[in-house]
């Protein structure tokens, strides 16, 4: 199985700072990499996909890249509405795995 | 506008059956790839199991941790989605999202989540 770990698994900041999450994998997978966004009672959301391809509607401030066993989230310029828990996850193999988040705080 | 609502959720004793149901509209639910996925109480997210499409030939994979209990199935006829659950463990114990995923130049992802169904699995 791929593992993923993302760094840090929590992370205070300010409206306006620009932050990156870290994922790594125990393998790698190529570009096979999403991104998802998840609030408190929530469904997961789509950010990005294929690494580094933004799913439509989703705002230009979250950025990825990354490719083979290390993949960046970046969000830009935090706003109000990013404060929430962000997952990578792995579609190169089965099973399908995702890190174990990380929880993004209002500082 | 796409909707994807699950149901069947519930208490069930260790040892029991639970089906889960998931209800799709708004997109071609055929086209897609329908995966079951899972966050325990305040934990992250499990991927469960999967089902392909007709075109290859709905079959199925699943997480080593629910293989030979869990069984997914579909019926593109209802544009539904269903998880059947057996010999329940408490570890079981979870809100369980059905998830459509589409494949966008080669790459594989989970477009469109319901808002979940949680089961509980308890004496």
């Known amino acids: 199985d791929i593992q993923l770990t993302q760094s840090p698994s929590f992370l205070s900041a300010s409206v306006g700072d620009r932050v990156t999450i870290t994922c790594r994998a125990s393998q790698g997978t190529s570009s096979f990499l999403a991104w998802y966004q998840q609030k408190a009672g929530k469904a997961p959301k789509l950010l990005i996909y294929?690494?580094?391809t933004l799913q439509s509607g989703v705002p230009p401030r979250f950025s990825g890249s990354g490719s083979g066993t290390e993949f960046t989230l970046t969000i830009s310029s935090l706003q109000p509405e990013d404060f929430a828990t962000y997952y990578c996850q792995q579609l190169n193999s089965y099973p399908i795995t995702f890190g174990q988040g990380t929880r993004l705080e209002i500082k | 506008e796409v909707q994807m609502v699950e149901s069947g959720g519930g208490l069930v004793q260790p040892g029991g059956s639970l089906r889960l149901s998931c209800a799709a509209s708004?997109?071609?639910?055929?086209?897609?790839?329908m995966d079951w996925v899972r966050q325990a109480p305040g934990k992250g997210l499990e991927w469960v199991g999967r089902t392909r499409n007709k075109a290859n030939s709905y079959t199925t994979e699943y997480a080593a941790s629910v293989k030979g209990r869990f069984t997914v199935s579909r019926d593109d006829s209802k544009n539904s989605l269903f998880l059947q659950m057996n010999s329940l463990k408490t570890e079981d114990t979870a809100v369980y999202y059905c998830?459509?995923?589409?494949?966008?130049?080669?790459?594989?992802?989970?477009?469109?989540w319901g808002q979940g169904t949680l089961v509980t699995v308890s004496s």
């Open positions: 708004g997109f071609t639910f055929s086209d897609h790839y």
């Open positions: 294929a690494a580094s």
């Open positions: 998830a459509a995923s589409l494949t966008s130049g080669g790459y594989r992802h989970f477009n469109y």
